[in-house]
């Protein structure tokens, strides 16, 4: 398996992968997640599996956007959209920069719900994102509803701006700065490396 990414989370005592969605692969499995109670409300792509897939085909043709799939011990379990803010419908929602990166997420099984798996897959993810160099935010624009996820994103290290009207909802805007990201964990990063000496 080609991974774009991957990390061992010593929390989880796990090793976190993200791989780029391949459409004959996993369009069945993201049409499952899609339509499954918990994902229903915020992403609103339940329904017939073939105006899904059309969805699927016209979202991987984006070149402002990458989609993933997340993987805990290589068992595909989320789903990330990284994307660019520049070219997407929050650009104007605040002075973007030009190497802004936005993240959307969802856990697909039931089963992985409530088991703390969120914040590392989030805190791995935007440590991809950081990889590039030139990009000094995250955004993010949870659904104002999804109290869960908010606390996921702060606790990352995104912090709240405002409500912001887009098409699809009321969401709100959130920021994590590369500074305030090494911050809060480059500590463990190092404890890591000692731990590996």
């Known amino acids: 398996m080609v991974y774009e990414f991957e990390t061992f ?3 989880l005592k796990n090793r976190i992968s993200f791989r780029r969605v391949k ?20 992403w609103k792509l339940d329904g017939p599996r073939e105006i899904y897939y059309k969805h699927l085909e016209k979202a991987l043709s984006d070149s402002h956007q990458t989609l993933y799939i997340g993987c805990i011990n290589d068992k595909p379990m989320s789903y990330w959209e990284a994307y660019w803010v520049k070219g997407d419908v929050v650009e104007n929602a605040y002075p973007s920069a ?12 039931k089963e992985d719900l409530g ?3 969120s914040l590392p897959l989030l ?16 955004i993010a624009e949870p659904d104002i509803r999804n109290k869960k996820m908010i606390h996921v994103f702060e606790k990352c290290g995104f912090r709240a701006i405002q ?7 009321t969401a709100l805007l959130m920021f994590c700065t590369r500074g305030e990201f090494h911050r809060r964990w480059s500590y463990l990063d190092k404890e890591r490396a000692k731990a590996h000496l």
């Open 9 to 11: 989370d010593d929390a």
């Open 23 to 42: 459409f004959e692969k996993d369009a069945e499995l993201l049409h499952k997640w899609m339509n499954e109670e918990h994902v229903i409300p915020f």
């Open 98 to 109: 030009p190497f802004d990166q936005g993240i959307h997420l969802l856990i697909g099984e």
């Open 115 to 117: 088991k703390g798996y």
């Open 123 to 138: 805190k791995a993810m935007v440590r991809h994102q950081f990889q590039e160099p030139d990009t000094e935010k995250v």
């Open 163 to 169: 409500p912001i009207e887009l098409p699809d909802k």
